[in-house]
């Protein structure tokens, strides 16, 4: 460990990576805490305290919500425009051929769709989130054009946050968008602790220790599934070149338990939160009929049951979905066929594809189960005992594990490259 963390300092370029990725997180910490003009904090701390919803949502954008930050809406609508752009895939041909063959090329391009997408749905949910906070008497004495400037506004630093993740990706270690929403999660913590403290009763050390129990299980459960994996055995064939043989070498091709990692957890927040936003926003807007309707709306997604179910649901679909677009088992055989490589027993090309996917879809199957119950865990423990910490703790918890295994994992493969060196 020690040696690793020698080279990892030692070698500049790994040192610059982590450095520059700080210093993004620095300046999304400094966004995070300008707010916009007109709000009332003291109302804005009293509509906060318990409130389920908009403690998931500020979870979502990264810790930029509880102020009412420039980037309040964080990387929310970008998330939302991927999560869109990649299901049309599954109904437009053309870009699922964009996506998946047309390389490098063809994957910018449809990223690029996705960020012009983002710019829309910024506008929506910064004018949806605005309007529900103005009726809450959050925001006040606000005229039409500090409206409009709100609005562009937290649109700009919703597209700045975007940039931000992008360039994590690109020139930093790790998933941008998942590191800052882990940084956002992180920086809670001391407040959280604090507030812990001030409030701490005798009664309260049983609830505690139950917690402490529940998050190492957690950690430990996350870690398990997170670093699981299925070894393919593969084999190389021999080949006779004069009088000597080459090849005929065995190795393995992991198939991880859980490939999406916390991506559907993301996804399925981002589904959920987006048509709450919109029906908490539009609830006061219109005739008798219109408001009930969105009143309804509010209140089906607002049951804490139908809520969980939901959530497991997604999760559960999400898992697959996301492992399927990010893992092709064709493109695996096609590649080992033409390396010269086959699994034992099974006839490469097409046979090879559908045991790999068999293989993949039984295993994937754990991990989907296991993302969904620890996602709807936490729910499920609050409906019982009405306790909102536990809901934002135990995704808080999940994000923040899945997110530093990533980045862990991915420093050591640099660390180890370099090494290798």
Do not use: C
Not at 377 to 386: D, F, K, Q, Y
Request: no cysteine.
């Amino acid at each position: 460990m020690f040696e690793k963390l020698r080279i990892i300092f030692k070698d500049s370029d790994l040192r610059k990576k982590i450095l520059f990725v700080l210093g993004i997180l620095v300046i999304f910490r400094l966004g995070a805490a300008i707010p916009i003009p007109g709000v009332d904090i003291i109302r804005l701390k009293s509509f906060f305290a318990g409130n389920q919803f908009f403690g998931l949502l500020n979870i979502f954008s990264g810790g930029a919500l509880d102020n009412l930050s420039i980037v309040m809406l964080g990387v929310g609508p970008y998330i939302t425009s991927s999560i869109i752009m990649q299901l049309l895939t599954m109904i437009f041909p053309k870009l699922k051929e964009l996506y998946h063959e047309e390389g490098e090329a063809g994957r910018q391009k449809f990223n690029q769709y996705s960020r012009i997408f983002t710019l829309p749905l910024a506008v929506l949910q910064g004018f949806a989130l605005l309007s529900l906070l103005e009726r809450q008497g959050v925001l006040i004495n606000l005229t039409l054009v500090n409206r409009l400037t709100n609005v562009v506004v937290i649109t700009a630093g919703a597209l700045f946050l975007m940039w931000l993740g992008e360039l994590i990706s690109e020139y930093g270690i790790g998933n941008g968008v998942s590191i800052m929403i882990f940084a956002g999660i992180v920086s809670a913590i001391p407040r959280a602790i604090r507030q812990a403290l001030f409030a701490f009763t005798p009664s309260m050390i049983p609830m505690l220790v139950g917690f402490l129990i529940a998050a190492v299980a957690t950690v430990v459960a996350v870690v398990v599934i997170t670093e699981g994996e299925r070894p393919l055995p593969v084999s190389y064939a021999k080949k006779v070149r004069g009088m000597r043989v080459y090849g005929g070498m065995s190795t393995y091709l992991p198939l991880k338990v859980n490939q999406a990692g916390v991506i559907p957890i993301i996804f399925a927040l981002s589904i959920l939160l987006f048509p709450q936003m919109i029906a908490t926003a539009l609830s006061g807007v219109g005739g008798s009929a219109t408001q009930a309707i969105f009143g309804a709306i509010f209140n089906f997604f607002n049951n804490p049951w139908i809520y969980a179910t939901l959530y497991f649901v997604l999760v559960f679909l999400f898992t697959y979905f996301y492992t399927a677009v990010t893992f092709d088992p064709h493109a695996i055989s096609e590649n080992l066929q033409k390396s010269g490589a086959f699994v034992p027993g099974i006839r490469p090309g097409h046979s090879t594809a559908e045991f790999i996917e068999k293989i993949l879809s039984r295993i994937t199957l754990i991990g989907a189960i296991f993302l969904g119950l620890i996602a709807v865990l936490p729910l499920a423990v609050r409906a019982i005992t009405g306790l909102a910490a536990l809901t934002i703790g135990g995704t808080a918890l999940l994000i923040v594990v899945s997110v530093v295994l990533d980045t862990v994992k991915k420093i050591e493969a640099q660390a180890v490259m370099r090494e290798y060196d």
